[in-house]
Nanobody, 129 residues
């Protein structure tokens, strides 16, 4: 079993920053077995990939819409992943989710939400203009 809990969402003005956290736990979880992918879903839109970290934290990939503004990182000791978001715009308003799958190397080629078995409850990010 793998459990994921997101935190760090909130309301900011355009240009502001937030740091989201995803804490993983459960008897089956290990950062060497599972990889974490961040998704987001805005009202009326499909859930989309935002950023992913895999290969034990050695590889990252970002959606074009967030490149240069978002940074994903991993703390293996604390079994946590972080999404540092800077230069936020109203278009970033969404519920942000972290999701996990195994094997750990597969997140880099799996950007579809359907590919992920474990999900957190989501954390809301609101960016006002």
């Amino acid at each position: 079993q793998v459990e994921l809990v997101e935190s760090g969402g909130g309301s900011v003005q355009a240009g502001g920053s937030l740091r989201l956290s995803c804490k993983a736990s459960g008897s089956a979880y290990s950062p060497h077995i599972y990889c974490i992918h961040w998704f987001r879903q805005a009202p009326g839109k499909e859930r989309e990939s935002v950023a992913v970290i895999y290969n034990g934290g050695g590889s990252t990939r970002y959606a074009d819409a967030v490149k240069g503004r978002f940074t994903i990182s991993q703390d293996n000791a604390n079994e946590a992943q972080y999404l540092e978001m800077r230069g936020l715009t109203p278009e970033d308003t969404a519920t942000y989710y972290c999701a996990a799958r195994t094997p750990a190397w597969t997140c880099g080629t799996s950007a579809s939400p359907a590919d992920y078995r474990y999900w957190g409850q989501g954390t809301q990010v609101n960016v006002s203009s």
